[in-house]
């Protein structure tokens, strides 16, 4: 059985899909953005994943380590990547959750998206 | 033939008119007669750089310019073959006399309909000089999009929605011909050009291929060429532009899309290849229904000018019938019809126009006794209706002498019955018109001293020379080039030479 | 090999550069900001131009970042297409820049104008960068960057429908990005390369049909929201309508472009030689979404009645014009569509900064406020119906050329069907573009709706407006200059 | 119905997922094409190549410089963003932190973190002048910092921690990591080689080794500094309230 083999993998898929999951279904913004973490730590993992090796080492050449049985360090420096990025996103949308309950007075993904719109023509001059 | 010739003029001659534009926007608020009249001298140069190529026309020269390529077989080439030169010298013409009429008819935002009419001008004149589909498809387009201002040019509900319909038509119509083209382009090899035999063959495609694009095309143009179901805003658009603007719908840019026709019968699939495909009884067909049934439509029509766009329908079709006949007579007059009809329709919208102006009068039922008022108006009206029924000496005549001929010729004598038939329906909606002008003034009687008379026939209270002119000039042509019309630069000496190469 | 080898890095890098020194003259002299922050852009186009010629129609420019060669270091690729859509990059957005000083003047707050110019140096670069790049992990970074600042910009007024707007991006786009994350960790684990060119030679030879089929619908759906291809195009509208104008021009003009570029470049130098197999079937799927989208978009942008909103819909309809030349899968139609990219970019942006200067001048926003525009605001009025004419297709603008190789393309390829709702596309923009230059050239405004005399928007926010319109004049006419190199490449890429 | 909709096609995106690992390459297996491909000359060769003995560092830093310049700038740019949305203090003017927290911070917690900041200010130094012999390296370390003025801020309060690290040291260091790259990518143009060529092949040989490991603690020591800045002005940022206060004088 591959699957029960490659279980890591297994593991980051079924979170990536309830991050996802989380993101579309909650109502909550913040939630909304915890699924969203979720899901990229979902990848994260499955990255490190892809460079284990069977018995492998830390990739760092001291004291004659054989590079045959080291990890495959790819992957954990594009998840250094992949880790800002997400970082950065989260930020970003962490403060415009802050202005969004500022200006609006709620977290509810709905209540946000159904409250009118000003009159089409002031929104352009506001701020 | 000999071989082409590279020349400049082609171009020259397409960007004159946009002196008149540049006129327009140096001065746009002051020095109004002087714009005018600058724009007036636009048009007059254009026709008379068109007219310096007459003689090289006539010994066979093909002038011609590239104006830009996009790879090797697509490519913005302007050429001037004899039928192309042929409409444009029509077209020049009739431009050069609707600009002299318009400086005094029109009547507000002056600015806006030169510099239209100068875009049309030099856009239609790029149609008539294309030297492939696609150059032609380009400046078809832009023809279309330029001549909209001129039929909303009232501003009036009417013209609005008249305007509407036509951009609606127009751009349904435009999509096709897109369609066409990149289909012609795809089966055709590549061939965009204008072959002295046609360009397409059944080598390259299959039977189906071509009868789309022929089909596809002559919907296309059929829209501008308003062939019968096509026909919808012709109607509408003719009554609301302003006078001269509707004799340059009827005269030049409904002949745009029978001139593309010509130029997909003749020189894109070829005479040959339209016999193989047997498509010529369709469009005969078609152009029958168009000319018989406008003609029945007109007949109840009581706007003069919409009267006169049935009109315009049907006669329009004279072309495409006479095409349809693939025989050399039939041909001949039914290319040449394009001139003959633009001299006599462009003098009846003209008239109307000189109507509209001096008595604020559009239904004909309210004309009694105009005859008396508008004199020589008038007489050139009637000049001209009664060439639109055929009668000797006049273009009329010439266009059915020819057709009739060729139907003869072509073995089926039943187009003469439709062009009989025709041509009383022409005189049954055209006669009352210049018998209630001139015989009816019941309805126009005055009370004076007790006495009740009719108006006197009163000369000199015509209107301006601009607008009087003109239509002196074009009733006067429709009776000289129907009696000579050999003189270099008149029809007959330039379609010949077209129609003899195809027609051995 | 002389020193125009390194130009394509300094186009990327000059503008990153230039944002993150641009904060200290913001706190030196802020007034300077916006024109100190054309320096680098300039400086990116002027390279951009100088490269011009060096790369031939079939060849590429390859430079080896940090001297490592391609599947141990990261590559860029420059081929003659990207070279071509670094260059509409660089011209769209230093003209939007032009534009933007004016307009950011009025519309966002003081202490958020230099990160404003801040973000749209790196957006700009970021593009750039995106558009070159030969390594697919390295197109994540940097659609990252260019995801990032397009959010931002989105909220830059800071008023709650524009933070709302850009936070519904959010919602969409970061999803996107992981999945584009996902499929890229897929490719990895198959091939153990990131390179593109290696990649495509791996991939060829792998055996792992399953994972690249999906991590190949991953991609389509990664990138599809950031182009907003039909079915995930919800973001659009509303972010494309609420950013200010010069944003909604980049968004519009540029980045729904360079994103749907990514991916035809990913279906055709990563998914190359096996693409009748692999990618057909979802490239099938792709081209009946594109399909739906020129419908539904065009059907939409009729339905609007905010000018703006209006211009966002017919980007999705666009966005399928531009699919759809890729779907056909012939030289003709990738060429259409590549073209499609410039005179829609140019059109679009165009659009979008004429329906700026309304609300920079009148703040009128509805399509019924500009009855009677013409009488006032001429320039701004005209330069709209050309760029209309383009986003129609009417000869002779550029928007003509790339739908005659658009629909070629698709008639070579036998779909016909697909021509047709090109088509259909093209009247549905007829009517929609229409509507608005009727009602600016051809109804009476309302009374006091405008002033009497000509008073149009300032040069600096005409000049990018006339620049914009005539130059999808120039490439409609002049299409021969690019249109032949184009379909070299374009066939060398199939 | 929507929720039932969306837990459907999330199933299904789970079973395509579950589908595709089940045919994936068995993980952790030497074979693997992750394993053989491009890897082996990163381990073999990195330390001769790059001089870094953290093959993660040379990949980071060279093979993939560009990608990490990418990187930074990411994080520079989502500073640039956190800012054009919630906007900045102004200069000179320091905004005051509102504790709305119920029990205030103790003597002990104060005075614990007092104690234990700069320690961890220490170690994410050492995190950072170590990434290229050991695991660490100018992210960690920037984290590592940010965490720290984290602590500090929630603590001591936003006026106590801006003191410490006021505008005019933030702000131009947030852009120190671009621009460290930016520096040593010019710097390779200069030694004859491509952009972020640290072994510069116009010089004889080749750049000494020690100067080529300088020039990567150059770059981690601009990416620990940036990334330190930039995640603390987002904090800053964030807990900013509306209302300004002027600095006890």
């Known amino acids: 059985m591959r699957l029960l083999h490659n279980y890591h993998y297994a593991a980051a898929m079924l979170l990536f899909c309830l991050g996802l999951h989380t993101v579309i279904v909650r109502r909550n913004i913040i939630k909304k953005l915890i699924g969203l973490n979720i899901m990229e730590t979902s990848v994260f993992f499955f990255y490190i994943s892809l460079g284990y090796l069977e018995g492998g080492i830390a990739p760092i050449r001291t004291g004659g380590a054989d590079p045959a049985r080291m990890v495959n360090p790819i992957p954990q420096a594009l998840i250094l990547t992949g880790i800002v990025v997400a970082v950065s996103v989260t930020a970003l949308a962490l403060s415009m959750v802050i202005l969004l309950y500022r200006q609006y007075g709620t977290l509810d993904v709905d209540r946000l998206m159904r409250e009118e719109e000003p009159e089409a023509g002031e929104s352009g001059k506001e701020g | 033939m000999q071989e082409s010739t590279f020349s400049a003029v082609p171009l020259v001659a397409v960007l004159l008119p946009w002196v008149s534009l540049l006129a327009i926007l140096a001065f746009p608020k002051r020095a109004e007669k002087l714009r005018l009249w600058l724009c007036f001298l636009g048009s007059l140069a254009t026709f008379g750089v068109v007219l310096s190529m007459l003689p090289g026309i006539l010994d066979g020269n093909i002038y011609t310019i590239k104006l830009a390529s996009v790879v090797e077989n697509l490519e913005m080439r302007l050429t001037v073959d004899t039928l192309g030169y042929y409409f444009g010298l029509v077209l020049t013409f009739l431009w050069l006399l609707a600009t002299v009429y318009s400086i005094s008819y029109i009547d507000h935002k002056h600015n806006r309909f030169f510099a239209f009419m100068a875009l049309c001008e030099s856009f239609i004149l790029g149609c008539a000089f294309s030297a492939n589909m696609f150059t032609y498809f380009i400046f078809y387009e832009m023809m279309t999009f330029g001549s909209y201002p001129l039929i909303i040019h009232e501003e009036t509900t009417m013209a609005r929605r008249a305007g509407y319909k036509y951009l609606v038509y127009a751009i349904a119509a435009g999509t096709v011909l897109f369609f066409a083209i990149v289909a012609h382009y795809f089966w055709g090899n590549g061939q965009l050009g204008f072959g002295r035999y046609g360009v397409l063959s059944l080598e390259f495609a299959s039977r189906a291929a071509l009868l789309t694009v022929f089909f596809t095309?002559?919907?296309?143009?059929?829209?501008?060429?308003?062939?019968?179901?096509?026909?919808?805003?012709?109607?509408?658009?003719?009554?609301?532009?302003?006078?001269?603007?509707?004799?340059?719908?009827?005269?030049?840019?409904?002949?745009?899309?029978?001139?593309?026709?010509?130029?997909?019968?003749?020189?894109?699939?070829?005479?040959?290849?339209?016999?193989?495909?047997?498509?010529?009884?369709?469009?005969?067909?078609?152009?029958?229904?168009?000319?018989?049934?406008?003609s029945v439509f007109a007949l109840t029509q009581d706007n003069l000018k919409r009267r006169l766009a049935y009109s315009s329908i049907g006669q329009v079709s004279y072309i495409i019938l006479g095409l349809a006949m693939l025989a050399h007579d039939g041909a001949l007059g039914g290319v040449m019809h394009l001139a003959h009809h633009a001299l006599?329709?462009?003098?009846?919208?003209?008239?109307?126009?000189?109507?509209?102006?001096?008595?604020?009068?559009?239904?004909?039922?309210?004309?009694?006794?105009?005859?008396?008022?508008?004199?020589?108006?008038?007489?050139?009206?009637?000049?001209?209706?009664?060439?639109?029924?055929?009668?000797?000496?006049?273009?009329?005549?010439?266009?059915?002498?020819?057709?009739?001929?060729?139907?003869?010729?072509?073995?089926?004598?039943?187009?003469?019955?439709?062009?009989?038939?025709?041509?009383?329906?022409?005189?049954?909606?055209?006669?009352?018109?210049?018998?209630?002008?001139?015989?009816?003034?019941?309805?126009?009687?005055?009370?004076?001293?007790?006495?009740r008379h009719h108006p006197k026939l009163v000369f000199g209270k015509e209107a301006d020379h601009e607008l009087v002119v003109p239509v002196v000039i074009l009733a006067a042509l429709v009776i000289i080039v129907g009696i000579w019309s050999n003189v270099p630069g008149f029809p007959y000496s330039l379609v010949s030479k077209v129609v003899n190469v195809i027609f051995p | 090999m002389g020193a125009w080898r390194h130009f394509p890095i300094f186009m990327i890098t000059v503008p990153l550069l230039g944002a993150v020194l641009l904060p200290f003259l913001g706190y030196v002299r802020e007034k300077w900001v916006p024109y100190a922050s054309l320096l680098p852009l300039g400086t990116s186009?002027?390279?951009?131009?100088?490269?011009?010629?060096?790369?031939?129609?079939?060849?590429?420019?390859?430079?080896?970042?940090?001297?490592?060669?391609?599947?141990?270091?990261?590559?860029?690729?420059?081929?003659?297409?990207?070279?071509?859509?670094?260059?509409?990059?660089?011209?769209?957005?230093?003209?939007?820049?032009?534009?933007?000083?004016?307009?950011?003047?009025?519309?966002?707050?003081?202490?958020?104008?230099?990160?404003?110019?801040?973000?749209?140096?790196?957006?700009?670069?970021?593009?750039?960068?995106?558009?070159?790049?030969?390594?697919i992990f390295n197109l994540f970074v940097f659609m990252e960057i260019l995801a990032l600042s397009s959010y931002a910009l989105v909220a830059i007024t800071g008023n709650r429908n524009a933070v709302r707007a850009a936070f519904k991006y959010i919602l969409m786009g970061a999803p996107s990005s992981i999945m584009v994350l996902l499929a890229i960790g897929f490719l990895y684990s198959v091939t153990g390369t990131l390179n593109m060119v290696d990649l495509a030679g791996r991939i060829a030879e792998s055996g792992f049909t399953e994972v690249l089929i999906v991590s190949y619908i991953l991609l389509v759906v990664g990138f599809g929201v950031k182009a907003a291809l039909f079915p995930l195009h919800m973001w659009l509208p509303d972010a494309h309508s609420i950013a200010p104008s010069p944003i909604s021009a980049l968004l519009s003009g540029l980045l729904v472009e360079v994103c749907a570029f990514a991916l035809v470049r990913i279906t055709l130098s990563v998914f190359t030689m096996r693409a009748s197999d692999l990618v057909m079937g979802t490239a099938d799927a792709v081209g009946v979404a594109a399909a739906a989208a020129v419908l539904y978009g065009g059907i939409m942008a009729i339905l609007q009645k905010d000018l703006k909103m209006m211009i966002a819909y017919s980007t999705v309809s666009h966005i399928g014009y531009i699919f759809l030349g890729l779907t056909a899968f012939t030289a003709e139609g990738l060429t259409g569509a590549m073209y499609h990219m410039l005179d829609h970019g140019l059109a679009k942006a165009c659009l979008f900064l004429c329906a700026g200067n309304?609300?920079?001048?009148?703040?009128?926003?509805?399509?019924?406020?500009?009855?009677?525009?013409?009488?006032?605001?001429?320039?701004?009025?005209?330069?709209?119906?050309?760029?209309?004419?383009?986003?129609?297709?009417?000869?002779?603008?550029?928007?003509?050329?790339?739908?005659?190789?658009?629909?070629?393309?698709?008639?070579?390829g036998g779909k016909w069907l697909y021509a047709a709702v090109l088509l259909a596309g093209s009247i549905l923009a007829a009517v929609y573009c229409l509507r608005v230059i009727y009602y600016m050239f051809f109804q009476a405004g309302k009374e006091g709706a405008w002033e009497e005399y000509w008073h149009d928007a300032p040069p600096a926010m005409l000049l990018p407006v006339w620049v914009l319109s005539l130059a999808t004049l120039f490439f409609g006419v002049f299409s021969f200059l690019i249109i032949p190199s184009l379909l070299k490449a374009a066939a060398y890429l199939l | 119905m929507k929720k039932v909709a969306a837990l459907l096609f999330i199933s299904a995106l789970a079973v395509?997922?579950?589908?595709?690992?089940?045919?994936?390459?068995?993980?952790?297996?030497?074979?693997?094409?992750?394993?053989?491909?491009?890897?082996?000359?990163?381990?073999?060769?990195?330390?001769?190549?790059?001089?870094?003995?953290?093959?993660?560092?040379?990949?980071?830093?060279?093979?993939?410089?560009?990608?990490?310049?990418?990187?930074?700038?990411?994080?520079?740019?989502?500073?640039?963003?956190?800012?054009?949305?919630?906007?900045?203090?102004?200069?000179?003017?320091?905004?005051?932190?509102?504790?709305?927290?119920?029990?205030?911070?103790?003597?002990?917690?104060?005075?614990?973190?007092?104690?234990?900041?700069?320690?961890?200010?220490?170690?994410?130094?050492?995190?950072?002048?170590?990434?290229?012999t050991s695991p660490g390296g100018g992210f960690q370390g920037g984290a590592v910092i940010g965490g720290s003025m984290i602590i500090f801020t929630t603590i001591f309060g936003l006026y106590e921690s801006s003191r410490r690290i006021p505008l005019k040291v933030r702000a131009p260091l947030e852009g120190a990591a671009v621009m460290g790259f930016f520096l040593v990518g010019s710097l390779g143009l200069v030694g004859g080689g491509n952009f972020l060529t640290y072994a510069w092949p116009r010089v004889a040989q080749g750049l000494h080794p020690s100067l080529v490991v300088w020039l990567t603690v150059l770059v981690e020591v601009g990416i620990g500094l940036g990334g330190a800045m930039v995640l603390t002005s987002i904090l800053f940022a964030m807990i900013r309230e509306e209302e300004e206060i002027a600095p006890a004088s």
């Open chain 2, 217 to 294: 095309y002559l919907a296309g143009f059929g829209v501008k060429a308003a062939i019968m179901p096509l026909h919808g805003w012709v109607p509408d658009a003719h009554p609301a532009a302003p006078s001269p603007a509707s004799a340059l719908l009827s005269g030049v840019i409904l002949k745009a899309g029978a001139f593309g026709i010509i130029r997909v019968c003749f020189n894109v699939f070829g005479v040959d290849l339209m016999r193989e495909l047997k498509v010529y009884p369709v469009v005969a067909v078609l152009a029958c229904i168009t000319i018989v049934v406008a």
């Open chain 2, 344 to 451: 006599m329709k462009g003098c009846l919208f003209l008239c109307a126009g000189v109507i509209l102006v001096k008595t604020g009068k559009k239904n004909i039922s309210e004309m009694a006794g105009i005859g008396y008022q508008l004199p020589i108006t008038m007489i050139c009206f009637s000049v001209c209706a009664l060439a639109m029924m055929g009668t000797p000496p006049s273009v009329g005549f010439v266009t059915k002498w020819l057709l009739g001929s060729g139907s003869l010729e072509a073995g089926l004598p039943v187009y003469i019955v439709v062009l009989l038939a025709s041509a009383l329906l022409n005189a049954a909606y055209f006669l009352p018109i210049v018998y209630i002008a001139f015989f009816r003034w019941e309805g126009d009687e005055v009370e004076e001293h007790g006495e």
């Open chain 3, 45 to 135: 186009a002027l390279l951009g131009v100088l490269l011009i010629g060096r790369i031939p129609s079939g060849g590429y420019l390859s430079y080896h970042m940090g001297g490592w060669e391609p599947p141990f270091g990261i590559e860029i690729r420059l081929d003659y297409v990207g070279l071509f859509l670094m260059l509409v990059v660089c011209g769209i957005t230093t003209l939007a820049l032009v534009y933007s000083r004016r307009y950011i003047e009025k519309e966002v707050s003081g202490g958020r104008r230099t990160a404003y110019y801040v973000l749209y140096l790196l957006m700009s670069g970021a593009m750039l960068g995106f558009v070159a790049t030969g390594d």
């Open chain 3, 358 to 412: 309304f609300i920079y001048l009148k703040g009128y926003r509805r399509i019924e406020d500009l009855k009677g525009a013409w009488g006032q605001m001429p320039w701004t009025c005209f330069a709209f119906a050309l760029a209309s004419l383009s986003v129609i297709g009417i000869p002779p603008t550029a928007g003509f050329i790339s739908k005659w190789y658009l629909i070629l393309g698709n008639v070579e």
């Open chain 4, 16 to 132: 395509l997922l579950l589908y595709v690992v089940a045919s994936m390459p068995p993980m952790g297996d030497p074979d693997n094409p992750t394993a053989t491909h491009v890897i082996p000359r990163y381990l073999e060769r990195a330390e001769e190549e790059t001089h870094t003995v953290n093959v993660v560092t040379g990949v980071i830093l060279n093979y993939r410089g560009y990608d990490t310049m990418g990187e930074v700038t990411v994080i520079f740019c989502a500073l640039a963003a956190v800012l054009a949305v919630l906007g900045r203090e102004r200069r000179g003017v320091i905004h005051g932190f509102v504790d709305r927290s119920e029990v205030p911070a103790s003597v002990i917690v104060k005075t614990m973190v007092r104690f234990m900041v700069p320690f961890i200010i220490l170690f994410s130094v050492y995190t950072i002048l170590h990434g290229e």
